[in-house]
């Protein structure tokens, strides 16, 4: 960066070397110059019929939490009718099964060929994970023959 724009603090410390992509993309934001959450992820699951989604975060390791930005969730029937059916989607602190439910929502299917539920996009959230705990975002259980679930969660981890 020009010194013509350095970045100090109010010690006259320059801070622009802390915005270089090695602190940028660590899991922690110390001494960073952000323009973004530090330690950003997505995770995916969209299984075959039949399947139960569940998209987990590892743990981060010692005093690192994860925040859910955005949770996303879809719901289908294939081409032959299911049985109609209502599934739960949870958001866990914690591994698939497991852990203290942070968020919740039903989801309904009805007994017809290429029904679809009303997906759940959300975004804007800051869902706080307990330390060194995996985040989970699952379906309760697979909806039955003939159904489709996915789910996908974005966020960030800090320290």
């Not at 081409?79 to 949870?90: H, I, L, R, S």
């Not at 029904?115 to 697979?142: C, H, K, Q, R, Y």
């Amino acid at each position: 960066m020009p010194e013509s724009v350095r970045i100090v603090d109010e010690t006259g410390a320059n801070l622009s070397k802390f915005g270089n992509a090695s602190v940028m993309s660590a899991q922690s934001g110390n001494n960073a110059l952000l323009v973004s959450t530090p330690g950003n992820w997505t995770v995916v699951h969209a299984p075959a019929a039949n399947t139960q989604a569940s998209a987990s975060k590892a743990a981060g390791g010692v005093g690192v939490r994860h925040v859910c930005e955005t949770i996303c969730a879809t719901f289908a029937a294939g081409a032959t009718a299911p049985t109609a059916v209502q599934v739960t989607v949870n958001l866990r602190d914690g591994a698939s099964g497991a852990g203290t439910v942070l968020w919740s929502a039903v989801m309904a299917l009805p007994a017809t060929a290429g029904a679809t539920a009303t997906p759940i996009i959300i975004s804007d959230l800051n869902i706080v994970g307990s330390p060194n705990t995996a985040m989970t975002l699952e379906f309760s259980a697979a909806g039955g023959l003939n159904t489709f679930e996915a789910v996908s969660m974005a966020g960030y981890s800090i320290s």
